[in-house]
């Protein structure tokens, strides 16, 4: 096949990633297969992709399986060099049953996603003060379920532990218990099952307190950041820097690349799904979407309906109208992320009003 400049024909080009190597391929205007090559996933290697497919013509687009895994350097490089990147999903499993699967078919199938416009996410640009968030709660996260893991095997030794053990410990709360475990002395005869319950349950204590104290540093680091990046976040009612980091990291460092509210409400699974049939109009609570955003929105909807007046009288109205708490909480829910789009974008749009409460159903 004759190699064509990038001043040549415009082409879409399309990406299979994987751990060590990416595949690449390359189709015209009308969907044609031009060619297809393996490249290793290196710095090198993402370069000569990118010279290859614009050896071809001119390269309009490139989608990209996996852009926040094993894509995500590679398209920050494309994105760097000018190319435009779209975020493509891998083929469904009917898709794959009746096409097969290959890395030469998934590369063609992304760019043919990319051509026929099926595919049209902008991916997360992973450059920015949002992406060390992001990383350093990776961190944090592991570290809390460490400490309740920890705290689950210590109850449970409790359970069944020598009376003379578990009566000197009755009744104390977390803090005095973990204190009290982490300086007790079992002895050197660990073959006696209460010395050995003692050592087990000293361990265990001193790594609650080791997980404690790498939370809090990993608080007193994040904190900023998140202050850094959206202090208007942290402004809303019932936003800590646990949920704003969270939406934070759901929305990126390019928020602007979700075009509407509507768009963030999809993403945090909040947007009402119709659930109309017959003569019954409703809508009922979307499961798709980031759970964790939606977990966050969920947090600070709870927070909202116990201190905060203005959201307590909205539940007792929609109540009395007939709403069920679940149909309350989605309004909620959709309402705040309405707030936390206009934090993370910091549009002109103003601040919300009071009436804007009634739009959220």
Same mark, same amino acid.
Request: proline share 4%.
């Given at each position: 096949?004759?190699?064509?400049?990038?001043?040549? #024909?415009?082409?879409?080009?399309?990406?299979?990633?994987?751990?060590?190597?990416?595949?690449?391929?390359?189709?015209?205007?009308?969907?044609?297969?031009?060619?297809?090559?393996?490249?290793?996933?290196?710095?090198?290697?993402?370069?000569?992709?990118?010279?290859?497919?614009?050896?071809?013509?001119?390269?309009?687009?490139?989608?990209?399986?996996?852009?926040?895994?094993?894509?995500?350097?590679?398209?920050?490089?494309?994105?760097?060099?000018?190319?435009?990147?779209?975020?493509?999903?891998?083929?469904?499993?009917?898709?794959?049953?009746?096409?097969?699967?290959?890395?030469?078919?998934?590369?063609?199938?992304?760019?043919?996603?990319?051509?026929?416009?099926?595919?049209?996410?902008?991916?997360?640009?992973?450059?920015?003060?949002?992406?060390?968030?992001?990383?350093?709660?990776?961190?944090?996260?592991?570290?809390?379920?460490?400490?309740?893991?920890?705290?689950?095997?210590?109850?449970?030794?409790?359970?069944?532990?020598?009376?003379?053990?578990?009566?000197?410990?009755?009744?104390?709360?977390?803090?005095?218990?973990?204190?009290?475990?982490?300086?007790?002395?079992?002895?050197?005869?660990?073959?006696?099952?209460?010395?050995?319950?003692?050592?087990?349950?000293?361990?265990?204590?001193?790594?609650?307190?080791?997980?404690?104290?790498?939370?809090?540093?990993?608080?007193?680091?994040?904190?900023?950041?998140?202050?850094?990046?959206?202090?208007?976040?942290?402004?809303?009612?019932?936003?800590?820097?646990?949920?704003?980091?969270?939406?934070?990291?759901?929305?990126?460092?390019?928020?602007?690349?979700?075009?509407?509210?509507?768009?963030?409400?999809?993403?945090?699974?909040?947007?009402?799904?119709?659930?109309?049939?017959?003569?019954?109009?409703?809508?009922?609570?979307?499961?798709?979407?980031?759970?964790?955003?939606?977990?966050?929105?969920?947090?600070?909807?709870?927070?909202?309906?116990?201190?905060?007046?203005?959201?307590?009288?909205?539940?007792?109205?929609?109540?009395?109208?007939?709403?069920?708490?679940?149909?309350?909480?989605?309004?909620?829910?959709?309402?705040?992320?309405?707030?936390?789009?206009?934090?993370?974008?910091?549009?002109?749009?103003?601040?919300?009003?009071?009436?804007?409460?009634? #739009?959220?159903?």
């Amino acid at each position: 096949m004759t190699s064509m400049t990038h001043d040549g #024909p415009e082409i879409t080009g399309g990406v299979d990633t994987h751990g060590l190597t990416h595949h690449a391929a390359v189709i015209d205007l009308v969907g044609r297969h031009l060619a297809d090559r393996e490249f290793p996933a290196t710095i090198r290697g993402y370069r000569d992709l990118l010279d290859w497919m614009r050896s071809h013509g001119t390269l309009t687009a490139v989608g990209v399986e996996g852009t926040g895994a094993y894509g995500a350097e590679l398209a920050r490089v494309l994105a760097a060099a000018g190319v435009t990147v779209v975020d493509v999903d891998r083929p469904d499993r009917k898709t794959r049953r009746m096409r097969g699967k290959s890395d030469p078919i998934d590369a063609y199938a992304a760019a043919t996603a990319v051509l026929a416009g099926r595919a049209t996410g902008i991916p997360k640009s992973r450059d920015g003060i949002v992406e060390a968030v992001r990383v350093l709660r990776i961190v944090r996260r592991s570290a809390v379920k460490a400490r309740t893991q920890a705290m689950n095997q210590i109850r449970g030794l409790l359970v069944s532990a020598p009376a003379m053990l578990r009566e000197q410990v009755t009744g104390l709360d977390r803090a005095t218990l973990i204190r009290t475990l982490a300086q007790l002395r079992p002895g050197d005869d660990l073959s006696r099952p209460l010395a050995a319950t003692r050592a087990a349950l000293r361990r265990l204590a001193r790594r609650h307190q080791a997980m404690d104290a790498e939370i809090a540093e990993l608080d007193a680091e994040i904190k900023p950041l998140v202050k850094q990046a959206a202090p208007a976040l942290l402004d809303l009612f019932g936003v800590g820097p646990e949920t704003a980091g969270q939406l934070l990291a759901s929305a990126g460092d390019n928020p602007e690349r979700m075009r509407s509210e509507g768009a963030f409400a999809h993403l945090a699974g909040v947007a009402p799904i119709p659930a109309s049939s017959g003569r019954t109009h409703r809508h009922r609570l979307n499961r798709g979407g980031d759970r964790a955003a939606n977990n966050a929105l969920h947090t600070i909807v709870l927070v909202r309906m116990r201190y905060n007046e203005r959201t307590r009288a909205y539940v007792e109205r929609r109540t009395k109208e007939g709403l069920s708490k679940k149909d309350i909480t989605r309004c909620l829910k959709r309402f705040v992320a309405r707030e936390v789009y206009r934090a993370l974008t910091i549009t002109s749009a103003g601040p919300i009003t009071q009436n804007d409460l009634a #739009p959220a159903a």
